[in-house]
Each structure stands twice: as structure tokens, then as C-alpha cells.
T-cell receptor
Framework: AQKVTQAQTEISVVEKEDVTLDCVYE???????LFWYKQPPSGELVFLIR??????QNEISGRYSWNFQKSTSSFNFTITASQVVDSAVYFC?????????????FGTGTQLKVEL | GAVVSQHPSRVICKSGTSVKIECRSL??????MFWYRQFPKKSLMLMAT?????????EQGVEKDKFLINHASLTLSTLTVTSAHPEDSSFYIC?????????FGSGTQLSVL
């Protein structure tokens, strides 16, 4: 069975602070994908990143960066110089790479509030 | 990017009525469709998986007779909540897949009175 744990239910920061959202996962599959999604109050899911289990290289995209540590089964997400527009719920998700479709197992989400 | 159209975005209905939610992939063909539901301030939980022309596979605890899924074509899937009750009030999201790429609809907020 797969499991994704986002221990931080809610985080509040002041604008321009850096913030890291934690994600720990469990899977027996050797090949899998990890994702991060942003869900603003409007509800739609915004894709942020997909990471293959064989690619442990960290990634940076603008103010966003991701740290994939296979040894600790973690895939943490850092927002640098946070902005009010970053306020949203962020979900980490996992899927095995199978022929049956990539159904996602989501974490419980982290509510990020960025205040002025 | 791929466009997914999910309608309606919001629906309010009386208890006992049925509600149909449509999910269309506008510029690609979805070989597989996933349907998720999300309770307020909760995570997304997979309800069912369907492939075009086949019966849907439901996750444990999801009533197949209550949540009817039709995936008649590669660009359209529907979820019908039959005889809806207040406990069915939730946010429903479709997720079409094409070539190992996942997309999401904008979601449907269902409120059953």
C-alpha cells in the first residue's frame, strides 16, 4: 500500500519569508512518481512538479525548489521569499508507474497562509 | 497545456435527486479517467478508475450503484451521483490521463440540501 504523509497541517508565514513544506512517502514500488500540486481557494489543482523515483536531482523553478531524498523517502518543497499569492493548500502525491493508469495517492495537504 | 472542462462547477440539489457531472478533455484523448472526491479541508480520495468503453473500477468503500461512471468516449466521462443525500456533499474532481500525463478538471462543488 502507498502512503503520503504531510505532517504540517497549517503553516503561517510573513511575506518574504522562506517556507518548507514536508512530504514523506511510503511505497513498495521501485519505480514511482512524486508530485506537488497547489490548490488555491478556487479549488482547481495546479500542477507544480513531477519527479521520477530514479531522478534524485534537486530542482529549482523560480522561487520554488524541491529536495528529493530517497534515503529518507522525503520530497520536500521550499518556497523562497513567499508572497501572499502563494497562500493555498499544497498537496504531495505519489503514484506507481504501472500499466493500469497512474492513480494518485495524496497526502492530507498543508494549508499555507502568507500574510503581509 | 491540455484543457479539461468539468461542469457544472457548482450544483445545489435536493436530497433524493440525481446529479450528473461531466468531464471533457478538449484537446486530447483520455485513455483513463480518475474521479476523486474531497471533503472540506481534507485530502483527495480516489473514487474510481475508468477506461474508455469499459466498466469503472471502484475503490473500496465506494458504492458503484450510487456513483455511476460512464466513459463512453476518449473525450468525455460522466459521474452521476444517484439519489444524492447530504453526506454526498463534497468537491468532485475528474482527472483524465493521456500518455502517462495527468490532468485535472476544475472540480464540482456539490451541495445536497
Amino acid at each position: 500500500a502507498q502512503k503520503v504523509t504531510q505532517a504540517q497541517t497549517e503553516i503561517s508565514v510573513v511575506e518574504k519569508e522562506d517556507v518548507t513544506l514536508d512530504c514523506v512517502y511510503e511505497t513498495r514500488d521501485t519505480t514511482y512518481y512524486l508530485f506537488w500540486y497547489k490548490q488555491p481557494p478556487s479549488g482547481e489543482l495546479v500542477f507544480l512538479i513531477r519527479r521520477n523515483s530514479f531522478d534524485e536531482q534537486n530542482e529549482i523553478s523560480g522561487r520554488y525548489s524541491w529536495n528529493f531524498q530517497k534515503s529518507t523517502s522525503s520530497f520536500n518543497f521550499t518556497i523562497t521569499a513567499s508572497q501572499v499569492v502563494d497562500s493555498a493548500v499544497y498537496f504531495c502525491a505519489l503514484t506507481a508507474v504501472t500499466g493500469g493508469g497512474n492513480k494518485l495517492t495524496f497526502g492530507t495537504g498543508t494549508q499555507l497562509k502568507v500574510e503581509l | 497545456g491540455a484543457v479539461v472542462s468539468q461542469h457544472p462547477s457548482r450544483v445545489i440539489c435536493k436530497s433524493g435527486t440525481s446529479v450528473k457531472i461531466e468531464c471533457r478533455s478538449l484537446d486530447f484523448q483520455a485513455t483513463t479517467m480518475f474521479w476523486y472526491r474531497q471533503f472540506p479541508k481534507k485530502s483527495l480520495m480516489l473514487m474510481a478508475t475508468s477506461n474508455e468503453g469499459s466498466k469503472a473500477t471502484y475503490e473500496q468503500g465506494v458504492e458503484k450503484d450510487k456513483f455511476l461512471i460512464n466513459h463512453a468516449s476518449l473525450t468525455l466521462s460522466t459521474l452521476t451521483v444517484t439519489s444524492a443525500h447530504p453526506e454526498d456533499s463534497s468537491f468532485y474532481i475528474c482527472s483524465p490521463q493521456a500518455n502517462e500525463k495527468l490532468f485535472f478538471g476544475s472540480g464540482t462543488q456539490l451541495s445536497v440540501l
